[in-house]
């Protein structure tokens, strides 16, 4: 059996907060939208992938927004460095806050969305690493400074290689 990942449902609170940081800032959009039954919430689908109705939905249902979720993230891997910046500037034109942290096989940006679901965004490196690993990473630096250092960074932490190796590896497993 092998099984592919689709989609996350999340409940939310505020449709207009939620809808436009998942559109403007991340660049979603709306596939369809409606109520789940006769009366009841909104659940809202949306995608970037015209091979999947969604991957995201938001079912408006939420009672109280804290401060925390029993959601600890999703992730969103971009194919290249570009992409990974352009997520930057776009939270750095909201005045988004976010973590820059990489996990050596990764160089990933942490943040929240307006309702403190957690969100990560990354780009992957050459190398794989035994996990779990976290360093913060300097957002300002261009793709080639970001591969020396991570090289530099996790070059002898337990597991390092080209990820090739690592492909290889995973499919040898029983
Ligand atoms: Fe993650």
Sequence with gaps: MKLDWSHTVINIKD??????????TLSFKISDR???IENGPEIIFMSQDPNEHHQLAFVVSREEVGTQTSLNHISFRVGTFDELKKVKERLDSI???YLPLCHGNALSFYFSDPEQNGIEVFTDTPWDVDQPQGVPWDPDLDEQSALEWVEQAFIDEPGFVKREKSIK???NRK
Excluded at 15 to 24: A, G, P, Q, R, V
């Design 15 to 24: 449709s207009e907060k939620i809808l436009d940081f998942y559109t403007n």
């Design 34 to 36: 409606g109520p789940i």
């Design 95 to 97: 005045n988004h806050d």
């Design 169 to 171: 590896e995973f499919v």
